[in-house]
């Protein structure tokens, strides 16, 4: 998700959501979203914030629409394809410089993609291990942390 007041090293971003919606019958569900970002390292050069399109979802993901089952099917496609895991990991940092996601921090990153809630992760973490567990923690935390 966006933020205009990432926590660490992030570029601000917001997304702008297309819903199915204002008709008789609609299903009020996302069609698409486009991501927005601002490159802070630019404005602190030239004092003048743009919002630039970082990537509309449809069209970086292949998805025809970004209801539960199609983004159900991505997840499982970040899994398995580590090219499009990581642009989705580019897009993650909002464009800014990040590290590498090593295979701890791609189980971490598809655990907290599954999770809706922090209960959640015995059910949808089930066979990540202890040290995987504990580098997502730490990741929190981290986060958490100014």
Request: glycine share 6%; charged share 30%.
């Amino acid at each position: 998700a966006g933020s205009v007041t990432p926590l660490t090293d992030l570029n601000p971003g917001f997304k702008i959501y297309s819903v199915d919606g204002a008709y008789k019958g609609c299903s009020w569900g996302v069609l698409d979203y486009t991501s927005y970002y601002m490159d802070i390292m630019k404005v602190d050069k030239d004092d003048t914030p743009v919002w630039n399109v970082q990537y509309k979802a449809s069209e970086a993901y292949n998805i025809p629409a970004g209801y539960p089952r199609y983004m159900s099917e991505l997840l499982a496609n970040f899994a398995k394809d580590d090219i499009l895991f990581n642009k989705y990991i580019d897009y993650r940092a909002k464009s800014a410089p990040h590290g590498d996601c090593d295979a701890s921090c791609k189980k971490s990153v598809l655990c907290e993609m599954r999770c809706g809630r922090s209960k959640d992760e015995a059910t949808f973490c089930k066979g990540m291990k202890e040290e995987e567990k504990m580098y997502h923690y730490k990741r929190i935390q981290e986060e958490l942390t100014c």
